[in-house]
C-alpha cells in the first residue's frame, strides 16, 4: 500500500486535529495556568501516538465494515477494495491497533499507573464494537463516538495533571478541560 493512500485510510486531517490539539493543551494551556505536566516530553509524545494509533486503527477497520455501503453511498471514496486490497486494511488494521495498545500499555506500566492501560484497551474495543454493531444504532453511535473524542481531551488531562496538588490555577486548568471535552461530546453528537 502507497502512504497517499494509506494517509486517506487513516483520515490524517483528523489525527492532525488531536495533535494540535494536545500540542496547544500541553505547550500553552497547562504553562498558562502554570500547571506541573506528570509526562516527560518523550511520554507525552508516546501517549499522543497511541491515541493517534487507536484512533487511526479505529478508521481503518471502519472502512473495512462499511465497503457495501460506501460503494453505494460514496462510491467516490472508497479506499478498501479499491486502492486496498481487504486483506492488507485488516493486517494494517491489527498493526495500527496493537502497537497504539502496546505503547498505551507500556506508558502505564512506565508511569506506574497499570490500571490506565484500561483507557486504551476499553477505546479500541469501542472503536472496534462501534464499528459493528454500534454504529446502525441511530443515538448510540453517536453517543459513543461523542464520548471517545470527548474523552480523547480528558485523557492528556488524566495523565499529565497531578492531582495531589491543589491550588486554584490548576483547579481552573481542570475545570476548563471539563468544559472543553463536555463542548466537544455536544459539538460531535450535533
Not at 505503547?103 to 464494537?129: D, M, N, Q, R, V
Request: hydrophobic content about 55%; glycine content about 4%.
Amino acid at each position: 500500500m502507497n502512504s497517499v493512500v494509506y494517509f486517506k485510510l487513516i483520515r490524517w486531517k483528523n489525527l492532525l486535529l488531536v495533535t494540535y490539539i494536545f500540542l496547544i493543551v500541553k505547550l500553552l494551556f497547562f504553562p498558562f495556568f502554570y500547571v506541573e505536566t506528570m509526562l516527560t516530553g518523550f511520554q507525552f509524545f508516546i501517549l499522543l501516538l497511541s491515541i493517534l494509533l487507536i484512533t487511526a486503527a479505529g478508521y481503518i477497520f471502519n472502512d473495512i465494515q462499511d465497503i457495501k455501503a460506501d460503494l453505494i453511498n460514496e462510491p467516490q471514496k472508497v479506499i478498501v477494495s479499491k486502492f486496498v486490497t481487504v486483506e492488507n486494511a485488516k493486517r494494517w488494521y491489527k498493526i495500527t491497533n496493537t502497537s497504539g495498545i502496546v505503547l498505551g500499555i507500556a506508558l502505564c506500566l512506565k508511569i506506574e499507573k497499570p490500571t490506565y492501560s484500561f483507557f486504551f484497551i476499553g477505546a479500541a474495543l469501542l472503536l472496534y464494537y462501534y464499528s459493528i454493531k454500534l454504529k446502525s444504532k441511530p443515538f448510540i453511535g453517536n453517543l459513543v463516538i461523542s464520548f471517545l473524542i470527548a474523552f480523547s481531551i480528558l485523557i492528556l488531562g488524566i495523565f499529565e495533571i497531578d492531582f495531589s496538588v491543589k491550588n486554584e490555577y490548576q483547579n481552573i486548568a481542570i475545570n476548563i478541560i471539563i468544559v472543553l471535552s463536555i463542548f466537544a461530546f455536544i459539538l460531535n453528537l450535533i
